[in-house]
């Protein structure tokens, strides 16, 4: 069974700096999906970011980054910049890409941003 | 709009009843999820549907039930069977096909038992 596995419960930066949430995740597939999600306090999941895994190059949305190391099955998410918008919890999520198609999520990461 | 509409945003509900939490989807996708939010420990997944009339029991399946009669609805049943239900409720939506996976979520629903 795929698992994920985010082993930060909290994180705190400072406002303007760098922040990097890790994940890891299991898996005997070798096609899929990796996902990063942000909750705000407003509950609502908002995705940050996707990384298909047959593609070697790092996804990147404006701030946001990711770090995807196929061999490590490991996919962290860094946050450039961060600004008190950013605070929120972060989940990691796994997909796979055939048959059963469920979406698997991490236990999630609480980012404090200091001002 | 297109979007994921659950409702209701909170349901009170007496020990030894039954509840049934909507959810309703307008964006076409195949596939719908219902998932569990406790404190502390993310997102678990209670069902999940890749097709009308069918779906699958995701990790934490005991004492809920659900059906797949419309693309379009996915309504989850909290039965007395559930020890804990109090809990946030978090339903999403999703394309099949390989090219477009994004999940989409609804508001959630915040089930309180009195």
């Known amino acids: 069974a795929q698992t994920v596995t985010q082993s930060q419960p909290e994180m705190s930066v400072q406002e303007a700096e760098t922040v990097t949430l890790s994940c890891t995740y299991d898996t005997s597939e070798s096609d899929y999906y990796l996902f990063w999600y942000k909750q705000p306090p407003s509950r609502q999941m908002i995705l940050v970011i996707r990384q298909e895994a047959y593609k070697q190059q790092n996804a990147t949305e404006n701030r946001f980054s990711v770090n995807f190391q196929k061999a490590a099955k490991s996919f962290s998410l860094k946050i450039s910049d961060s600004q008190l918008g950013d605070a929120a919890m972060y989940f990691c999520a796994y997909r796979r890409n055939r048959g059963a198609q469920k979406l698997v999520f991490g236990q999630g990461t609480r980012l404090t941003i200091n001002p | 709009d297109g979007g994921i509409t659950q409702s209701p945003k909170y349901l009170f509900r007496k020990e030894g009843q039954n509840v049934t939490l909507s959810c309703e989807q307008n964006l076409n996708h195949d596939a719908m999820y219902w998932y569990r939010q406790d404190p502390g420990q993310g997102l678990r997944l209670i069902y999940y549907?890749?097709?009308?009339?069918?779906?699958q029991k995701g990790d934490i399946a005991e004492g809920y039930s659900v059906s797949r009669e419309k693309k379009e609805s996915f309504p989850l049943t909290v039965t007395s069977a559930q020890k804990n239900p109090t809990a946030f409720y978090l339903c999403?939506?999703?394309?099949?096909?390989?090219?477009?996976?994004?999940?989409?979520f609804g508001q959630g629903t915040r089930l309180t038992v009195v």
């Open positions: 549907s890749q097709i009308v009339n069918d779906f």
């Open positions: 999403a939506s999703s394309p099949r096909t390989e090219m477009n996976t994004e999940a989409f």
